[in-house]
């Protein structure tokens, strides 16, 4: 096979096919590319794969680096501090203690730039170790990042802050200015999370407003890529690739979902797609999911109750969502669902909602029950972050619910912290403390107390790096609280 190199993980070689490394110039700056996850997570980062091929088709030397390649590059073993910036992705805040734990030990004298989704979403928590945020896409940055890095000097732009910005504002692009992304690498001798697969992103953004979803208020608009480019990229999958992953946060939305499913299911090697919006589930849909060799097909309802669904501004009524669950089963799919409790919701409550489930979905559902993460640019980012109170909500779900999963309290906790930081706070970060602990630390210099009520009438200050609609977001947040006031107030202020 062609194209295919050895890497170095902290303890061991490993084969990859990497048809993008071959382009990787002799000379000229280089960038250490860091992913704070695995390498076989960091493999199926999109974002993290397209950041490499275009640093490279930009004539940067990128080499990567993950946690478990032990502070060298994983192309040529090459110590960080050989490198002349670091530019790291993070797509998630529980990334930032791996990304403080990396910086911590190896970074020598380097900038450090990152990008991802919660930077982008709140820059604040990073500011002490890290140099500049970006606040944008990738193929909107990296072309004019490469040409600072070619000139050994970073340039502060609207999309590019740092500690010292007073504003800022995202980059993006649209679709049709950005080819798909046709070469990838892929580890040959361990499976990633997903499975040997080729990644093809059919939609970004979303057009739906969920008002706890950062993902869709900071992706926003909502743009398809075209079908026929879609499809002579997905011709070419084959060997190495065993499936072909879809990824898009509302594939039902896309105009052209059922010709791509189709398409999909005409090819050699098999598909997947992620979950799915209730409302865009018909009979033909998913005969299609089930011809393109998946078997389960997963929903995020989040709710059945209209209480609820006012707070979240997502939820469908059961009779609605019994329907659609049944097209599902019928095709003997196995249906997998997303649950969510807001603040203080009442043990009553709770009851109503596993009742409906159970009567919606029968005994044999996997269900993941989530408290709301309140998060940076959601309309949400007003609400109490997760208590003890709501593990005890969780804890009645996962006793009276066949199959429930929890997403554990304290993580969540975590996370909602980090993402809601108003400071910076990489250097308090450690990797090994347990939540707990992590969360004892951040109390020294975080008022936690203010993040367990409601903050109505609040501008935090993230909202100067303009990523999302600041007007919508702030008042469908007073609307969510004003809707929850009037249900679950008297449990909690
Ligand atoms: S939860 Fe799903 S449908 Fe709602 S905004 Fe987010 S991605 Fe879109």
């Not at 529980?94 to 403080?100: E, G, K, M, Q, S």
């Not at 990296?142 to 504002?169: M, N």
């Not at 896309?254 to 398409?263: F, Q, S, V």
Request: charged letters at 25%; hydrophobic letters at 40%; a positive charge.
């Amino acid at each position: 096979m062609k194209n295919v190199i050895k890497i170095n993980l902290c303890r061991r070689k490993i084969r990859e096919f990497n048809p993008i490394w071959a382009f990787a110039p002799r000379r000229g700056p280089k960038v250490a590319l860091f992913y704070p996850a695995p390498y076989e997570v960091a493999s199926q980062s999109l974002g993290f794969q397209l950041v490499y091929a275009l640093l490279i088709a930009h004539g940067i030397r990128a080499e990567r680096f993950t946690t478990d390649s032990c502070g060298f590059s994983l192309e040529t073993k090459t110590p960080i501090k050989k490198f002349d910036f670091i530019l790291a992705s993070s797509s998630f805040e529980i990334d930032y203690l791996y990304l403080a734990d990396f910086l911590k030990r190896y970074k020598t004298n380097q900038k450090v730039l990152v990008g991802g989704l919660s930077p982008m979403a709140n820059p604040i928590p990073l500011f002490d170790l890290v140099d500049y945020v970006v606040l944008g896409e990738a193929e909107a940055t990296i072309p004019q990042l490469a040409s600072d890095f070619h000139s050994g000097d970073i340039e502060p732009r609207e999309w590019l802050v740092s500690s010292t910005s007073e504003g800022g504002k995202k980059a993006w692009i649209d679709l049709k200015d950005a080819p798909l992304l046709a070469s990838q690498f892929l580890p040959l001798d361990i499976d990633p999370p997903w499975g040997k697969g080729f990644l093809i992103e059919v939609t970004r953004g979303c057009p739906h407003k969920c008002r706890f979803c950062m993902e869709g208020w900071i992706n926003k608009p909502f743009r398809e890529r075209d079908l026929k480019s879609v499809i002579k990229v997905l011709r070419e999958v084959g060997e190495p690739y065993e499936k072909v992953i879809t990824l898009s946060l509302s594939l039902t939305d896309y105009n052209d979902y059922k010709a791509y499913l189709r398409e999909l299911a005409s090819l050699e090697v098999t598909g997947s797609v992620p979950s799915l919006r209730v409302d865009g589930i018909d009979e033909e849909a998913v005969e299609l999911i089930r011809a393109i060799g998946q078997r389960t097909v997963t929903v995020a309802p989040e709710t059945t109750l209209p209480e609820k669904s006012k707070v979240l501004g997502k939820g469908f009524n059961p009779s609605f969502l019994k329907e659609k669950i049944n097209l599902v089963k019928k095709v003997q799919l196995k249906p997998k669902a997303y649950v969510m409790i807001v603040p203080g919701e009442h043990l009553e409550t709770a009851k109503k909602e596993i009742e409906n489930l159970k009567e919606i979905f029968g005994k044999e559902t996997h269900f993941t029950v989530n408290p709301l993460i309140p998060k940076p640019w959601t309309p949400l980012q007003i609400a109490p972050i997760p208590s003890d109170r709501e593990e005890r909500v969780l804890i009645y779900y996962k006793k009276n619910l066949p199959n429930a999963d929890l997403y554990p309290i304290r993580w969540a906790k975590l996370q909602a912290i980090l993402s809601l930081a108003t400071k910076p706070v990489l250097k308090y970060l450690d990797p090994k403390l347990p939540p707990s602990k992590q969360i004892a630390e951040l109390a020294k210099v975080i008022d936690l107390s203010e993040l367990h009520k409601w903050r109505t009438g609040w501008e935090p200050p993230w909202m100067n790096f303009e990523v999302a609609d600041p007007r919508e977001a702030l008042r469908l947040g007073e609307e969510s609280y004003e809707a929850w006031r009037e249900v679950f107030s008297e449990s909690r202020t």
